[in-house]
């Protein structure tokens, strides 16, 4: 049975940072590009970032450039996303991916 489990979601003020993760079970983790999503309330889902399977290629989406950092670690089947920075337009559910699966979500407030 196939699990992505998403974690470190919350609130913070805007200026503030967050470290999100998402743990994978019953895949081979290290053969797949990660990637995470958001979606805010109306919108669609939007593309955040991915990471190749060896972790060396990272590529951002245009609004998260620059404040966001995809990483992983294959031994602990994890992949991580640093965003710094955060402003109320990066308020949503954010998910992680690998291949076909998906994770539940993890929700994201930034709000004074």
């Known amino acids: 049975q196939v699990q992505l489990v998403e974690s470190g979601g919350g609130s913070v003020q805007p200026g503030g940072s967050l470290r999100l993760s998402c743990t994978a079970s019953?895949?081979?983790?290290?053969?797949?590009?990660l990637r995470w999503y958001r979606q805010g309330s109306g919108t669609q889902r939007e593309w955040l970032a991915t990471i190749s399977p060896d972790g060396d290629d990272t590529y951002y989406g245009d609004s998260v450039t620059g404040r966001f950092i995809i990483s992983r670690d294959n031994a602990e089947s994890t992949v991580y996303l640093q965003m710094n920075h955060l402003q109320p337009d990066d308020t949503g559910v954010y998910y992680c991916?690998?291949?076909?699966?998906w994770g539940q979500g993890t929700q994201v407030t930034v709000s004074s």
């Open positions: 991916s690998a291949g076909t699966y």
């Open positions: 019953g895949i081979r983790f290290s053969i797949y590009d």
